[in-house]
């Protein structure tokens, strides 16, 4: 009943071995703390933890350890061999351990760090892991999009590819008509998995006579774990899909987009981590990031890994995290930089421009960018641009342009956090960078709580949620930013949760981008401090969203500039009570077990405010 927690087993362990106290007493004393910190969650979790101290004593006991070791098993080197030398030296140190061994001449002398280093740090954590039937399967990316650990890649390919094939790789003729010769692979890197089943359960496809029996279904990981390891390297051996080619509109497509936000550490079942990875295949390496101080710090650059990652080119997302209370600002700098970065290579383009080719240059100037297509043709003219600033040599102002014109193409700024930075912390920042006009892109990975330092309750926590500091159940409703950054006009804002419409969050995320002005994404975020198993998270997300508590909704000042209603309510009118939703988490769960009459009045006075919010909605 405890899940994968070992707390309360190994303490009371501890406890009756050490003697440090007599053991009756330091039981006694367990469960009675047990009763104090849990007492809020409800009878049910004060038992289970109860009934793990005593199975955990009625269990105890001795392993003789054999003066000869008998496994064959071996624990494999920290970092394959073919890890590139800094992880080799440096990363696999840390990672045993043994950092405070190393030189400071060991570090990068400027701080930066090699990317894509989380893809070396095989954690092994998963005894299931989701096993592929490509006769069920079609090819929907569902499954892809929802993985929080991007353990999930999607390739179509040649069937001429299939030449020396591990005997366990599996493929399928793509789904799509006009392509008999191409193939369809989904790989799955079983050793990054957490097994946390969330892509099971966004699964839309089973058996006929099996509702249950999906396209991917949990597995033991030992039997396969070998023949994988085969599989995922002749995987690598495909050439990554052509970003022209890919369907950026429709999940289906994105899947086949090159992730750059691959293995983090984040909880198993994340709900936060599938925003950064489909931002990460949709801007790639125009990407620009400020990452706010909390969960999205840690698990996106805690030495000594990061999952931020980089093409086989070596181009990727620039990430760099600053704290709670600036983060709004130093993105600002990010994009106020670009700007003039973009300023000297227009100008000095132009300076150039008899020796570079007129025509070129005013086509590099004018070029629009916002379809990939568009993108991807503006990448030919920087790359022609640079081929003849680079035949001027020394020429006046020709070293300084070639320093400048990558900023030709497009940069793509994001400031990312989660509420505690959004709605508390950093709010004056954020409200003084949405009025600046600047074209910046603020994604809100909105768990509604100080998820990274133990659940605190933020002005984004709901009416009625039991958090730290909301011990009684929180009595106001959340904030509502987005109607607050609505205020302003010509901020594009749009609330949206993967789980209820991957389609809408995929639509928000390119149309915020496009637009050439401030942007803010509230991005409904599940998380381990909403107290349940996160297996199940999008379908949570589903039933916020069916409830009317968590409405998707895109306000698009270019529709207005296009004589249209700049605001679009994309998700349909409450369908379920809310407590269908609330009442699977624990965080509304336990108050009605601790104060039943207290949280049906706060239930009640939820509902309603989710009825009057929606109507407002509707309205606008
Ligand atoms: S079980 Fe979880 S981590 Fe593993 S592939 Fe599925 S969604 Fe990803
Ligand atoms: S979600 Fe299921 S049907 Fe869709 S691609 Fe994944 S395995 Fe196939
Ligand atoms: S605490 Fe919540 S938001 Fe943070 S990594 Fe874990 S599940 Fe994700």
Redesign the pocket.
Known sequence: GLGGRINTVLQTCFFALSGVLPRDEAIRRIKAMITHSYAEKGAVVVAQNNAAVDQALAELHEVIIPAIATSVLERPPIVPATAPAFVKRVTAAIMAGHGDALPVSAMPVDGTFPLGTAAWEKRNIAEDVPI?ETD?????????IACPHSV?C?RFFDVARLVDVPETFKTAPVNARGYPDTRFT?QFYVEDCTGCGL?VE????HAVDDPNH???NMAPKAPVLVSERANIAFFETLPVNDRALVDFADVRGV?FLEPLFEFSGACGGCGETPYLRLLSQLFGDRAQIANATGCSSIYGGSLPVTPWATDKAGRGPAWSNSLFEDNAEFGLGFRLAADMHLALAVRLLRDLAPSLGADLVEAAIAAPQIRESEIVAQRQRVAALRARVTALGDAPGARDLLSVLDHMVRRSIWLVGGDGWAYDIGFGGLDHVLASGRDVNVLVLDTEVYSNTGGQASKATPLGAVAKFAAAGKRTARKDLALQAIAYGNVYVAQVAMGANPQHTLLAMREAEAWPGPSLILAYSHCIAHGYDLRYGMKQQDLATASGYWPLFRFNPAMRRAGEAPFRLDSPRPSIPLKDYAYNELRYRSLAASRPEEAAALLAQAGTAVMEKYAQYEAL
């Open positions: 592929w069920l399967c079609i090819q929907c990316g569902q499954c892809s999930i999607a989904l892509c966004v699964c839309p496809a999906r396209a991917i899947q």
